[in-house]
Nanobody, 124 residues
Framework: QVQLVESGGGLVQAGGSLRLSCAASGRTASGYTMGWFRQAPGKEREFVAA????????RYAESVRGRFTIARDNAKSAVYLQMNSLEPEDTAVYYC?????????????????WGQGTQVTVSS
């Protein structure tokens, strides 16, 4: 079992930056792919970014590529999402998730463990 807790959300103006953190505890998550997803009101949860257990392979949604960066620190059991040049369209609840197959997948159903989410609001 893996427990995930997100932090770092908040209110920011368009063009600003935020850094989300996800703390993992319980069964070691160093071999898991870690992903970030988001869900805006009235919309389905969507993939944002993911990183393999070693941290060497990453994948991004086209809408955030070049603006967001995912990274992990296995010594701290943590995953981060650096978000730059934020846009109002990035407003959503952001979720951290773990996939125990250690493959890069974008489907919500591929992930076994989920955090409770952290709200990100970008004002125009």
């Amino acid at each position: 079992q893996v427990q995930l807790v997100e932090s770092g959300g908040g209110l920011v103006q368009a063009g600003g930056s935020l850094r989300l953190s996800c703390a993992a505890s319980g069964r070691t998550a160093s071999g898991y792919t870690m992903g970030w997803f988001r869900q805006a009101p009235g919309k389905e949860r969507e993939f944002v970014a993911a990183v393999t257990g070693s941290g060497t392979i990453t994948r991004y949604a086209e809408s955030v590529r070049g603006r967001f960066t995912i990274a992990r620190d296995n010594a701290k059991s943590a995953v981060y999402l650096q978000m730059n040049s934020l846009e109002p369209e990035d407003t959503a609840v952001y979720y951290c998730a773990a996939d125990n197959t250690n493959t890069i997948r974008a489907q919500v159903s591929a992930y076994d463990y989920w955090g409770q989410g952290t709200q990100v609001t970008v004002s125009s």
